[in-house]
């Protein structure tokens, strides 16, 4: 069953808060207070926030106890370890946030979560297929898809389940230029998954989008075109102002094509824009774990014979026995068989199509 945002409610649970520490297993008192970790003593005045830009190795780290964001840079004992938007950090030094002071990012905590990409910017090569990290700790992917002028490409859709799946983040299907077209063919797709999602138009307001985002930290993501620059706008209005505040204490104008974490109005969440993910590659997930973007089909698998690879080739799969006997849309295990194929070949085109340039995919839909 698609279910209708507006029902959806019960399954909140709160951005940056997480019930028990690893350290001492407790649970946390309410939003403010700070994380019970277990401090090195020459660390004890550190304080705690979550890195909303990255740029040039100069990190902007939002304190929620202070209100205020600070530049900040790693320190050297962190080692290789990588620095993310949407990290918890520890941070030490000037903590003012004054122009021109720099902190020190001394600890990062464990992640609730991590959405990757398999690096598309460099065709073809080995390093070409390297994870990057998009963001860590989001819970909810807001997938961004027009219903027309472009219609939505249902393969790019099933592509970012996979990738929200596989990285345990709650997808969030958000249809923008419903003033254009209705989402019916789009939500026929996809009738049965238990995927909430919320319609958009420049003449209503955002609010049954507001109440999804409430309370998370969401990652955007979309192809161009689509509307995202336009909803990120009349999400956060300043925007822009945001942007450029988090710049002016780093190295001049922002101009990185990286995700920022941007505050909604009234500190009701966070969501992360991520200006140069245009979909997500697959070499990193699993076989195992491309089936899971499919829940919808999932549980006939138990039915295949053992060491099935689900293509269909061998015959017997109980993926086809589940669309003959009319328990799932055979669309949705063309998809599936579609992504596998993808991943299994050595397809030229598919980083091209990582980068969104499949409209002439021969094997994409589109649904409008
Ligand atoms: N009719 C209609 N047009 C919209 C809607 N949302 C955005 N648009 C228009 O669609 C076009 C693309 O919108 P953008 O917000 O720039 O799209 P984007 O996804 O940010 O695309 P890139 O900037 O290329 O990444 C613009 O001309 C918008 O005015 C909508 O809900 N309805
Ligand atoms: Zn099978």
């Given at each position: 069953?698609?279910?209708?945002?507006?029902?959806?409610?019960?399954?909140?649970?709160?951005?940056?808060k997480?019930e028990y520490?690893?350290?001492?297993?407790?649970?946390?008192?309410?939003r403010?207070?700070?994380p019970?970790?277990?401090?090195r003593?020459?660390h004890?005045?550190?304080?705690?926030?979550?890195?909303?830009?990255?740029?040039r190795?100069?990190?902007?780290?939002?304190?929620?106890?202070?209100?205020?964001s600070?530049t900040?840079m790693?320190a050297?004992?962190?080692?290789?370890?990588?620095?993310?938007v949407g990290?918890?950090?520890?941070?030490?030094?000037?903590?003012?946030?004054d122009?021109?002071?720099?902190?020190?990012?001394?600890?990062?905590?464990?992640?609730?979560?991590?959405?990757?990409r398999?690096?598309?910017?460099?065709?073809?090569s080995?390093?070409?297929?390297?994870?990057?990290?998009?963001?860590?700790?989001?819970?909810?992917?807001?997938?961004?898809?027009?219903?027309?002028?472009?219609?939505?490409?249902?393969?790019?859709?099933?592509?970012?389940?996979?990738?929200?799946?596989?990285a345990?983040?709650?997808?969030?299907?958000?249809?923008?230029?419903a003033?254009?077209?209705?989402?019916?063919?789009?939500?026929d797709?996809?009738?049965d998954?238990?995927?909430?999602?919320?319609?958009?138009?420049?003449?209503?307001?955002?609010d049954?989008?507001?109440?999804?985002?409430?309370?998370?930290?969401?990652?955007?993501?979309?192809h161009?075109?689509v509307?995202?620059?336009?909803l990120?706008?009349?999400?956060?209005?300043?925007?822009?102002?945001?942007?450029?505040v988090?710049?002016?204490?780093?190295?001049?104008?922002?101009?990185?094509?990286?995700?920022?974490?941007?505050?909604?109005?009234?500190?009701?969440?966070w969501?992360?824009?991520?200006?140069?993910?245009?979909?997500?590659?697959?070499?990193?997930?699993?076989?195992?774990?491309?089936?899971?973007?499919?829940?919808?089909?999932?549980?006939?698998?138990?039915?295949?014979?053992?060491?099935c690879?689900?293509?269909?080739?061998?015959?017997?799969c109980?993926?086809?026995?589940?669309?003959?006997?009319?328990?799932?849309?055979?669309?949705?295990?063309?998809?599936?068989?579609?992504?596998?194929?993808?991943?299994?070949g050595?397809d030229?085109?598919r980083?091209?199509?990582?980068?969104?340039?499949?409209?002439?995919?021969?094997g994409?839909q589109?649904?409008?």
């Amino acid at each position: 069953m698609v279910s209708d945002g507006a029902g959806n409610s019960g399954r909140k649970r709160l951005t940056r808060k997480r019930e028990y520490d690893e350290d001492d297993v407790r649970i946390r008192p309410g939003r403010s207070s700070r994380p019970r970790t277990r401090q090195r003593p020459k660390h004890s005045d550190a304080l705690t926030g979550f890195v909303i830009a990255v740029d040039r190795g100069r990190y902007t780290v939002w304190l929620p106890d202070q209100e205020r964001s600070v530049t900040t840079m790693r320190a050297r004992e962190l080692g290789r370890h990588g620095v993310v938007v949407g990290d918890r950090v520890h941070i030490v030094g000037d903590t003012t946030g004054d122009a021109g002071t720099l902190a020190r990012i001394v600890r990062i905590e464990e992640r609730d979560s991590t959405l990757t990409r398999t690096a598309d910017d460099v065709e073809g090569s080995v390093e070409g297929r390297q994870e990057r990290v998009v963001v860590a700790n989001a819970d909810q992917m807001v997938i961004v898809s027009a219903l027309a002028d472009p219609p939505p490409r249902t393969g790019f859709i099933d592509r970012c389940l996979v990738a929200a799946y596989d990285a345990e983040i709650d997808p969030l299907l958000c249809l923008t230029k419903a003033d254009l077209a209705g989402p019916e063919a789009l939500l026929d797709y996809y009738t049965d998954l238990d995927l909430p999602y919320v319609l958009c138009r420049p003449d209503r307001p955002l609010d049954l989008l507001l109440a999804e985002l409430s309370g998370r930290l969401s990652v955007l993501v979309g192809h161009s075109g689509v509307g995202k620059s336009t909803l990120v706008n009349r999400l956060v209005p300043d925007a822009d102002r945001a942007v450029g505040v988090v710049s002016a204490v780093g190295k001049g104008r922002h101009t990185s094509t990286s995700a920022v974490a941007l505050r909604l109005p009234d500190d009701v969440g966070w969501i992360v824009d991520t200006p140069g993910v245009r979909s997500f590659g697959l070499a990193h997930v699993t076989e195992n774990s491309i089936l899971h973007g499919f829940p919808d089909l999932v549980e006939a698998s138990t039915r295949c014979p053992p060491n099935c690879d689900h293509t269909g080739a061998g015959g017997e799969c109980g993926l086809d026995m589940l669309v003959a006997e009319g328990g799932a849309d055979p669309r949705r295990l063309a998809s599936y068989r579609r992504l596998l194929a993808l991943k299994a070949g050595d397809d030229p085109n598919r980083f091209r199509e990582d980068i969104g340039a499949g409209e002439n995919d021969p094997g994409e839909q589109t649904h409008g």
